[in-house]
């Protein structure tokens, strides 16, 4: 199916050119699911992208996670993840002046020339955007920020109120940015936040698990289903893969799951 078919408002409203990306791997791939890579060896990383790869949308790295982590090698894995049609988002989430937030782009692990999205919190003020937007530019690349305007986990201070609309309104006009992350393990925090986002940018949820409840140390699962229909366009699953007997079965399940989903709330 097109992407214009398939995301609706969102697609003729988007302004960010990295979500019109998103937007086309996951209606080629039928997915929108975003594997948490939550894994410390590039072996295993690798392995894992092999098994899921043509089930998953997006591949989400912690880049300072990884035990034996090689630049080059590092390259040689990204390139292997485009082959399997995948946008790379190293979830860095990144918080400090626009300055350095464009400075911690490059460094040893140069995440602007490998990565299509990064995290980012909203707390030092808007022009962490234009940083890390700088930093792609920097290596003549564009990239989306997704800024947490939510978290999935327990006593966030995100939920204080006022905090969701401040970084809502602070980020919808910016064309840099993706879209916002929002609170998977609730399906009403989503659909809050989906109205006060409006279609112009993406959601995309951590805290999202077939089994649902208290995961380990303060993570809380919601239903993948329910995030989508909510107003999910991303379903950002780790353990939930990575963490069964099945990793590839289970990609396959959750990327159903979130595609019917999403073709149930006829894109929007
Ligand atoms: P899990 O194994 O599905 O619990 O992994 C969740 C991933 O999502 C993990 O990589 C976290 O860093 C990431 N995450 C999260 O869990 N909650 C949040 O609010 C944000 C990111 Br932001």
């Known amino acids: 199916m097109e ?7 969102r697609w003729k409203m988007c302004d960010n050119s990295l979500a019109r990306r998103y937007m086309e791997v996951a209606s080629r791939k039928q ?16 392995s894992m992208i092999n098994l899921v790869g043509p089930h998953i949308a997006a591949l989400k790295t912690h880049v300072d996670l990884v035990d034996d982590w090689d630049a080059e090698e590092w390259g040689e894995l990204c390139h292997h993840a485009k082959k399997h049609d995948l946008l790379i988002f190293e979830d860095r989430k990144f918080a400090d002046i626009g300055k350095i937030s464009r400075g911690q782009m490059a460094g040893a692990y140069d ?3 490998w990565s299509d999205i990064v995290t980012a919190h909203g707390i030092s003020g808007p022009d962490i955007v234009d940083g890390l937007c700088a930093g792609w530019s920097d290596v003549d690349r564009e990239g989306g920020v997704l800024l947490l305007a939510q978290m999935s986990s327990r006593g966030n ?8 609309d401040a970084m809502v309104a602070a980020g919808c006009s ?6 916002f992350i929002g609170n998977g393990s609730n399906s009403d925090d989503v659909a809050s936040l989906r109205s006060r986002v409006g279609d112009k940018k993406m959601i995309w949820t951590p805290g999202v698990n077939i089994a649902i409840g208290d995961g380990e140390m303060g993570q809380r699962y919601g239903d993948p289903r329910k995030a989508v229909l909510s107003g999910s366009d991303g379903i950002i699953v ?3 893969i990575h963490g069964v007997n099945n990793p590839r079965g ?4 959750y990327a159903l799951v979130s595609w019917e989903a999403l073709l ?4 929007f």
């Open 157 to 164: 201070l995100l939920e204080i109120p006022g905090y969701t």
């Open 250 to 253: 289970a990609a396959e399940e």
């Open 238 to 240: 780790g353990s939930g």
């Open 174 to 179: 910016h064309s840099g940015v993706f879209g």
């Open 264 to 267: 149930e709330r006829g894109g």
């Open 111 to 113: 995440i602007r020339s």
């Open 3 to 9: 992407a214009s078919e398939v995301w609706g408002p």
């Open 31 to 46: 997915s929108l699911v975003v594997l948490a890579a939550d894994l410390r060896t590039m072996g295993d990383l690798k």
